[in-house]
């Protein structure tokens, strides 16, 4: 079957101001502007594809592909996306949310990106990409992993607990949501920003303890966790409110989709 089939109807190229191309889907297209140069084709000499694998080509009329782009959200199909070495944008919170059994596969040349144990890391190892949804039990992000992707264990149904590790200083929208079995997150000291819903719809935990180094979080980062009661923060760390998704009522925060949660201030001693 056509294993190198790069894109067909549901998926295009766009030209980027740069000179070079992204490769995306139909269901972005809508939000592009008018002035973008459209590119369709389908490489498969036999006329037999079989689109549950797509592999995205390296350059098209000899200007390289850099950026990845896509939704999955009506192609479930699609069980493998081979991305070559010249891509240095890669969105897997968009590659994966929909359709989240989509493998991505890197060249092992990539530059910009390797893959270890089926965790996609960026090449220097500050950035953890993509985590691999089949890994059970309990995991341990390496030292010198500064940034976690937006999305990079969501839908890692098997995951049990996460140590991150005291370089790591950002973690990213959604990373954790939808982790079913997810009980216990430790977050060090060092970790200065947490974004929104990140532990959304992990409905086993029941306790989160931000460290001091914490500049902010929001009250979205706690949003739809069923069983959370108690969630400790440092003194000077800021809640930026969101007022349309959750009330005060006797002292409790009720976030919308969670039971009464307490926020509870730690004082350094």
């Not at 220097?124 to 949804?133: A, H, T, Y």
Request: hydrophobic fraction near 30%; charge should be negative.
């Amino acid at each position: 079957m056509g294993k190198r089939v790069a894109w067909h109807d549901d998926y295009y190229l766009k030209k980027k101001k740069d000179g070079t191309w992204e490769f995306c889907n139909s269901f972005k297209k809508a939000s592009s502007f008018g002035c973008e140069d459209f590119v369709y084709d389908e490489i498969d000499e036999d006329n037999e594809c079989d689109f549950s694998e797509i592999v995205v080509p390296a350059y098209y009329n000899d200007e390289p592909i850099t950026s990845i782009l896509c939704y999955f959200r009506t192609n479930y199909k699609i069980k493998k996306l081979c991305i070559p070495s010249t891509v240095s944008n890669l969105n897997v919170y968009d590659l994966t949310w929909f359709n989240h059994n989509v493998e991505i596969d890197i060249d092992p040349d990539s530059p910009y990106f390797k893959k270890e144990d089926g965790i996609i890391f960026s090449r220097d190892g500050k950035e953890l990409v993509l985590f691999n949804k089949n890994y059970e039990g309990h995991y341990v992000v390496p030292d010198g992993v500064e940034k976690i992707s937006d999305g990079a264990f969501a839908y890692c149904k098997k995951l049990r607990s996460v140590e991150f590790s005291g370089t790591v200083k950002y973690i990213g929208r959604h990373s954790l949501a939808h982790c079913n079995e997810l009980c216990f997150v430790v977050i060090p000291e060092g970790v200065e920003e947490i974004e929104d819903c990140v532990f959304e719809y992990c409905d086993k935990i029941t306790h989160l303890e931000m460290p001091f180094s914490l500049k902010k979080a929001y009250y979205q980062t706690f949003e739809d966790c069923k069983n959370l009661r108690v969630v400790s923060i440092g003194e000077d760390t800021k809640l930026c409110d969101h007022p349309k998704y959750c009330v005060f009522d006797e002292g409790y925060l009720c976030i919308d989709g969670s039971p009464k949660v307490r926020f509870k201030r730690l004082w350094r001693k």
